[in-house]
Each structure stands twice: as C-alpha cells, then as structure tokens.
C-alpha cells in the first residue's frame, strides 16, 4: 500500500503540483486508538486504504486517482 501511496503522490504532483500533499499513515505504528475517526470507519465496516481530502474521509477499499482527481478538482471548483 505504501508503493500505491507513493504512485499517487506522483501522478498528483504532475496534475496539482504543491497543491496536495499525500501522505502514507500506518495505523499499526501507534494502533487504531490514535486515530479515532479511522477506528469508528473501520467498525463500520469500511476497509483500507482509507482516503480523507481536507481531513475528511471520501473514499476506502482502493486507491482510484480518477475518483480522487475528481473530488480534488470538485473542491477547486467550489473555492
């Protein structure tokens, strides 16, 4: 997941340069207890990668840079 993460990171750097930052969190490091709002998706039944823009979590189960570019550009458009 790690490897995705850094794909992504550079396919969104070509298209939004320093813009977005993307970044890998491990939650077996400090347990799911350090992140409580991963925690309470988790036994909600949402399953990894999680994926939170502007802190909020849209989209689980994949990495899909389409629907991820289509949230981002969503954002922009509403600024």
Same mark, same amino acid.
């Given at each position: 997941?790690?490897?995705?993460?850094?794909?992504?990171?550079?396919?969104?750097?070509?298209?939004?340069?320093?813009?977005?930052?993307?970044?890998?969190?491990?939650?077996?490091?400090?347990?799911?207890?350090?992140?409580?709002?991963?925690? *309470? =998706?988790?036994?909600?039944?949402?399953?990894?990668? #999680?994926? +939170? /823009?502007?802190?909020?979590? *849209? =989209?689980?189960?994949?990495?899909?840079?389409?629907? #991820?570019? +289509? /949230?981002?550009?969503?954002?922009?458009?509403?600024?």
């Amino acid at each position: 997941m790690q490897e995705a993460t850094t794909m992504l990171a550079k396919e969104l750097s070509e298209t939004y340069g320093e813009k977005v930052e993307v970044k890998y969190v491990d939650t077996r490091e400090k347990g799911l207890r350090a992140f409580p709002l991963i925690a *309470r =998706l988790t036994e909600m039944g949402y399953p990894f990668p #999680i994926i +939170a /823009i502007d802190g909020k979590p *849209r =989209l689980a189960g994949a990495i899909d840079v389409e629907q #991820i570019r +289509a /949230i981002l550009d969503e954002g922009v458009a509403q600024s």
